[in-house]
C-alpha cells in the first residue's frame, strides 16, 4: 500500500541554524500538506501546496519557513534560522483532491528538537 | 472559527471495556468531520468519517456520529482490544474556504490485557 514517508525521524539542532525536512508524497497525489504538534498541543496547519506553489498557509508560517518541491517526488519544509519554539513533531501530509472529497494521507513525521 | 476540543488523556482501560473519547466542534456551516489514529511509529491514518449531520462513520469496531445540534462527533467502541493502544485525533475539514484539517490535541489510550 503506497504511504507517505518523512526522513529523518528525528533531527537535533542548534537555535538559528538551518534544516530541512524531507517528505516523499503518494506519487499519484496532487495537494501536499505540512503540519505540526507541539508537544502537548493541537496538530496545526502549516501550509497547502498544489501545482507547485503554496495554495494556503497559516499565521504560523511566516518568513523563516519555506516550501519546495525540488523533483517529482520529494516534498520539503525548511526553517531558515531555528527556535527554540519550533521544537516540535512536523507531519507531512497528501491527498489526491482538495479535503472535504479527498483523504489526506499522513507520514509518520518527524520529531525537530531545537536546544 | 474553526476548532476542535478533544476529551483530555490519557485513557486507560481494560482489554474489553467499552470506550468513548469525546470531540466537540467549532465551525461555519456544515463542515466534514474525522477521527485520525496514530499508532507508535506511524503516521497519521484516517480511522472514519462522516460528511453530513446525522452521518455514522464506521471501522474496526469504531463508530462516531456527526451530531449538529450538540456539535459533537464522540468515538465509541465496544470492547477494546489491546491493539487498539494508541493516539487518537478528532479533526474537521470546513465546508468551504480552507483545504486544511482542524485537529483536536489527541487523546492517548492504552489497553491492558
Known amino acids: 500500500e503506497p504511504e507517505v514517508t518523512q526522513t529523518p525521524s528525528h533531527q537535533v539542532t542548534q537555535m538559528g541554524q538551518e534544516v530541512i525536512l524531507r517528505c516523499v508524497p503518494i506519487s499519484n497525489h496532487l495537494y501536499f500538506y505540512w503540519y505540526r504538534q507541539i508537544l502537548g498541543q493541537k496538530v496545526e496547519f502549516l501550509v497547502s501546496f498544489y501545482n507547485n506553489e503554496i495554495s494556503e498557509k497559516s499565521e504560523i508560517f511566516d518568513d523563516q519557513f519555506s516550501v519546495e518541491r525540488p523533483d517529482g517526488s520529494n516534498f520539503t519544509l525548511k526553517i531558515r534560522s531555528t527556535k527554540l519554539e519550533d521544537s516540535a513533531m512536523y507531519f507531512c501530509?497528501?491527498?489526491?483532491?482538495?479535503?472535504?472529497?479527498?483523504?489526506?494521507?499522513f507520514g509518520p513525521g518527524t520529531r525537530l528538537t531545537v536546544t | 472559527g474553526n476548532s476542535v476540543t478533544q476529551m483530555e488523556g490519557p485513557v486507560t482501560l481494560s482489554e474489553e471495556a467499552f470506550l468513548t473519547i469525546n470531540c466537540t466542534y467549532t465551525?461555519?456551516?456544515?463542515?466534514?468531520l474525522f477521527w485520525y489514529v496514530q499508532y507508535p511509529g506511524e503516521g497519521l491514518q484516517l480511522l472514519l468519517k462522516?460528511?453530513?449531520?446525522?452521518d455514522k462513520g464506521s471501522n474496526k469496531g469504531f463508530e462516531a456520529t456527526y451530531r449538529k445540534e450538540t456539535t459533537s462527533f464522540h468515538l465509541e467502541k465496544g470492547s477494546v482490544q489491546v491493539s487498539d493502544s494508541a493516539v487518537y485525533f478528532c479533526?474537521?475539514?470546513?465546508?468551504?474556504?480552507?483545504?486544511?484539517?482542524?485537529f483536536g490535541t489527541g487523546t492517548r489510550l492504552t489497553v491492558i490485557p
Open positions: 462522516a460528511t453530513k449531520a446525522d
Open positions: 465551525a461555519t456551516g456544515y463542515p466534514s
Open positions: 479533526a474537521l475539514s470546513p465546508q468551504t474556504g480552507a483545504n486544511n484539517l482542524f
Open positions: 501530509a497528501s491527498s489526491m483532491a482538495r479535503q472535504g472529497s479527498g483523504e489526506q494521507y
